[in-house]
């Protein structure tokens, strides 16, 4: 069974930078978009960015020209780089692939607080 572990979130002040990991166990996880995620006790589960097999990214509004997703291949990892943190952009993160039909089991994700 595919295993998903996030990991790299902490509490930051606004306008601050995390790098968050998503190492999972996929095989041949060249083959597969990956999509990072995040959930607020307020809110549902939100789509944050997707990137392809060819290694091109596209996000949402709400953090485009502030979060960059990148993914190692060879260590079968994806990372989403985060900077100029905002209060709104506290949450669990989580990655997955970007369709349910497609996604495999969730993993526990990780925190993220933004303080003001």
């Known amino acids: 069974q595919v295993q998903l572990v996030e990991s790299g979130g902490g509490v930051v002040q606004a306008g601050g930078s995390l790098r968050l990991s998503c190492a999972t166990s996929?095989?041949?996880?060249?083959?597969?978009?990956m999509s990072w995620y995040r959930q607020s006790p307020a809110n549902q589960r939100e789509w944050v960015g997707s990137i392809g097999r060819d290694s091109v990214a596209w996000y949402a509004d709400s953090v485009k020209g502030r979060f960059t997703i990148s993914r190692d291949n060879a260590a079968s990892t994806v990372y989403l780089r985060m900077t100029d943190l905002k209060p709104e952009d506290t949450g669990l993160y989580y990655c997955?692939?970007?369709?349910?039909?497609?996604?495999?089991?969730w993993g526990q994700g990780t925190q993220v607080t933004v303080s003001s």
């Open positions: 997955n692939r970007r369709f349910p039909s497609d996604q495999w089991p």
């Open positions: 996929i095989e041949n996880f060249y083959q597969y978009d």
